[in-house]
Nanobody
Framework: VQLQASGGGLVQSGGSLRLSCAAS????????MAWYRQAPGKQRELVAA???????DYADSVKGRFTISRDNGKNMVYLQMNSLRPEDTAVYYC???????????????WGQGTLVTVSS
């Protein structure tokens, strides 16, 4: 199973970016999907998560600005980021709980990360 994240880049404060993450490989089913981020010198933190039923949760710092969504048919998760701030600068990682067979437990998989830089 591989997760491939894309969509990062350089944007000015107040701008928008949309991150995408595609899960591929031997996938039986996907449970929760999420985006995490890690800024230089800081610990990785949860940004947003979405269940396979579409229920979403957000870190307080991004509520009202970021929107997580998913396409279960395509095994994709997205993060629409609006009103970006310099403090949103980080490497963003996608995460998914994947089952490769109906009798095998869920396992966490991570994407390679995509860099988001917000200039002031």
């Amino acid at each position: 199973v591989q997760l491939q994240a894309s969509g990062g880049g350089l944007v000015q404060s107040g701008g928008s970016l949309r991150l995408s993450c595609a899960a591929s490989g031997n996938i039986f089913s996907i449970n929760d999907m999420a985006w995490y981020r890690q800024a230089p010198g800081k610990q990785r933190e949860l940004v947003a998560a979405i269940s396979n039923g579409g229920s979403a949760d957000y870190a307080d710092s991004v509520k009202g600005r970021f929107t997580i969504s998913r396409d279960n048919g395509k095994n994709m998760v997205y993060l629409q980021m609006n009103s970006l701030r310099p403090e949103d600068t980080a490497v963003y990682y996608c995460n998914a709980g994947v089952r490769t067979h109906r009798v095998i437990p869920w396992f966490d998989y991570w994407g390679q990360g995509t860099l988001v830089t917000v200039s002031s």
